[in-house]
Structures are given as C-alpha cells and as structure tokens.
C-alpha cells in the first residue's frame, strides 16, 4: 500500500475531519441533554442532523462521480468550519439545531467522495489494508475527539470546542488542497447522461449485485442499532453508570483503544481477508460485546471495568465498518463508485435516524433495560444475516478472486471483470461480465 503523496495526505485529512465531527457530536448532544433532560429532544436533535444525509444522497453521489473528489472534499471541509462558527456566538437549541444540520449536509459529501478515492488510491488489492490504516486513522480521531468534546464542554463550553473542530477542518482543507496527480479525477465519460439518469445508474446497483443486495438489509440491522446506542448511550452513562459530562466522554472515546488493535490487523495480518465475512463476524462480535456491556451493571457500576468493556468493543466494530466499507468500494467500476457510497451512506442515515427516534419515543415506555437488549440484538441479528447472505466462497481475497477494477492513480477507466465477484459472493452474480456495482458517519463502532 502507497503511503507517499495521495493516500497519505487523504490519511491525514481525514483525522483531523474526524476529530472535529468525533468534539461536535460528542459535546453537542450532552449540550442539549443538559439543557432539556430529556432523551426525546436529544433524539430529535441527532435525527435532525442526519435528515440532509438522507436529502443530499443523490446530490452527494453525482458530485463523487462527475468532479475533482479530492476538490469536492477540500471545499466541503472548508465549509464544515465555516457552519461551526455560529456556535460562537450561543448554544440556543435553535442555532445547535441549524449548526447540526449543515455539518451533516456537508459530511453526507465528504464521506462518499473521501471512501470514493482509496480505491483510485492504492488499487483494489490494498483496500482492505488502508481500510484498515483509516480505521486506525477513524479510532485515534474518535479518542482525540470524543474526549475533547466532553472535557472541554466541561470546562468551558461550546466555545472551544467550536474553535478546536473549526481549526482541524481547516487543518483538513489545507491538506487536500493540492491535487492528488489526477487521480482523483473521474472519467470523461462519466456524467454525460442526464442527473436523474445518472442517479439511478447508481441505485440500480443495488438492484443487479447480490453483494449490495446483501450489504444493504445488513446495514439497516446495525444502523438502526448504531441510532439507539447514540441516544442510550448518554442515558447509560449517566443515569445507570452515575457518569458525569466528562466520562461520555471517556467511554465514547475508548473504543478507540479496540479499534487501533482492529486496524492494525487489517492493514497487516488480515489485509487479504474477504470484506464480507470480516462485516459479517464484526457484527455479529460487536452484538455479543454489546449485550454483555448493557447487562454489566447486574454485576458492577464501577466506571473502571467499562472503560475496559467499552475499548474492547471498539475492535469487532471497525471490524465491521471496514468489511462493509471494502464491500461497497471493490463492487462497483470507479465511475458508479461515488453514487453506490452515497446510496449507501444515506440508507445507513435513514435507518440510524429511526433508531434515534425509536429511542427517544420508547425509552420512558419499555424502560431501558430492555432497548438496550434489542440494540444488541439487531447487531447479532444483521451478523447472522449476513454470515447467510453472503454464502461460502468468502475466504479468498480481492488479489485472488477477481482482477482490480482499480489500480493506483488510474483516472476511472472501466474494466471487463469476467468473473464480475466481490470476494465470497461469486454464486451471487450470474452472467453479468463486468456490469457491477453503502454511518454515527460510518456503519463503524457501536457498542
């Protein structure tokens, strides 16, 4: 894998876009808990930042896949910043509210056109290895981040977290400013049919690729868990665990500890692992680890052993995410990539915003316990069905199972693939020589 010029800046970039997103959702919601006490309006709050992720996917994809990605990227996290600002001047709900939905209508673009490039990047046989690097990258961000937000909520309040986020987007949009040698470019080709048609090139992916077919009912099983853990998450720590501002903060953050071992191993040990079955054992692991951090307090509410709990848990979900992630970015040729992502992310939003809200609304009737037990059961659930959906031939690697769509610095030129196979799912595509082809941002770590 390529460390030098593009992936390396792209790697870099990305931490400090996901520190800042990793103080803003952090410091944001325990703002509005604080202010209300109520789950339902901090619910509320995280479903309206997520509702333009939903909105802006058609958008998102088209900008992926019809201009400079490394552009689109720079300009999106340069906007980030500048729709942080208003913070400054009060955390009214209103203003928290309008704040929430723009960083989420600029993240619903930089997410699909970021996780667009790596491939173009290093080729398809090393993306499941910087998957693992940007897990690695994603974790160190999420423990930066997430305590930053809760300390300095804690300390000062929104006030310097909106300075620390504001100066690591910049930070972002200075490091992609530079163009990547042309890599990032998209085909001539592409885009030349009309926007709607465009689109639903992308959407009919879905439709034609037992893979995505796969991913998709899976994603909506842990996506919807992700959207309760948001919401039960803050009402655990602080209402069963007895934790103060700083330890959401703290346990949030930790699983970072978990997902820095998962990273590492993707990007060495496990790097040729098939993404299905690495999705598929991420979440039905992180479900189990799940069941047994909410049943914890039966035992002990000692903050300790959770911090311990929590960092463990973060390993099975970048697990998870990467698998996935390597799913959507190897099933598609390099002029649909932008679109499949942003169908995918937005579905993930979609179905993480119905969590949010049916943890809001039910909380105070089947009590928590017992959301906090169906969280971990859809985990298992979407791990089991993906362990079944993706069938038997998943232990071979991209290098082996079929050749790259993409390799380094290419510009986007479609390739035949006869065997048309993202790894482990040959028996799910028939006859279709090369037409082939997916959120917390990412379907990435929930306890």
């Not at 479903?47 to 400079?68: F, K, N, Q, T």
């Not at 077919?213 to 948001?230: E, H, K, Y």
């Not at 973060?314 to 996935?324: D, H, M, R």
Request: glycine share 14%; charged share 10%; net charge positive.
């Amino acid at each position: 894998m390529r460390w030098r010029g593009g992936f390396g800046r792209l790697w870099l970039a990305a931490f400090c876009s996901e520190t800042a997103e990793w103080m803003l959702q952090v410091a944001l919601p325990l703002h509005v808990y604080a202010v209300t006490g109520s789950a339902a309006s901090t619910a509320a709050t995280m479903v309206l930042g997520l509702l333009p992720a939903v909105v802006l996917s058609p958008v998102a994809g088209l900008l992926a896949d019809r201009l400079d990605r490394r552009l689109v990227a720079c300009l999106a996290c340069a906007g980030q910043a500048v729709v942080a600002l208003p913070l400054l001047e009060g955390g009214s709900l209103a203003v928290v509210y309008v704040v929430m939905g723009a960083q989420a209508a600029l993240a619903a673009i930089v997410e699909p056109v970021r996780t667009a490039l790596v491939p173009q990047l290093v080729g398809d046989d090393a993306v499941t290895a910087a998957n693992g690097m940007l897990g690695v990258n994603a974790n160190l961000a999420r423990l930066a981040g997430a305590w930053l937000g809760g300390v300095l909520l804690a300390l000062g309040g929104l006030v310097p977290v909106v300075v620390g986020a504001a100066g690591a987007l910049v930070a972002a949009a200075c490091l992609l400013a530079a163009p990547f040698g042309g890599v990032s470019r998209v085909p001539e080709a592409a885009g030349r049919r009309g926007l709607v048609r465009d689109w639903l090139a992308g959407l009919a992916e879905f439709r034609r690729d037992r893979a995505l077919r796969v991913t998709a009912v899976v994603l909506a099983f842990v996506s919807t868990a992700q959207g309760m853990f948001v919401v039960l998450f803050v009402v655990f720590v602080t209402d069963v665990l007895g934790g103060s501002e700083a330890d959401v903060g703290l346990l949030r953050g930790v699983q970072a500890l978990g997902g820095l071992a998962a990273g590492l191993v993707l990007a060495t040990l496990a790097r040729r692992a098939a993404p299905g079955k690495l999705f598929a054992w991420g979440a039905l692991t992180l479900g189990i680890c799940s069941a047994v951090i909410w049943n914890g307090p039966h035992v002990t509410t000692v903050l300790g052993v959770y911090v311990g709990l929590f960092a463990v848990v973060g390993f099975p979900g970048v697990l998870s995410g990467a698998g996935s992630q390597a799913v959507l970015q190897t099933a598609t040729a390099p002029e649909l990539t932008g679109r499949v992502l942003s169908t995918a992310f937005a579905g993930t939003a979609a179905f993480t915003a119905l969590g949010m809200l049916l943890a809001g609304a039910l909380t105070g009737v089947v009590g928590l316990p017992v959301l906090l037990d169906a969280q971990a059961a859809l985990h298992i659930t979407g791990g089991l069905v993906a362990l079944a959906g993706y069938g038997g031939r998943r232990a071979q690697s991209v290098r082996n199972e079929r050749p790259a769509r993409h390799t380094p610095g290419q510009r986007g030129v479609r390739r035949r693939d006869p065997a048309g196979v993202v790894p482990g799912l040959a028996a799910g595509r028939r006859g279709r020589g090369g037409a082939a082809v997916g959120g917390d941002r990412h379907a990435g770590p929930a306890a």
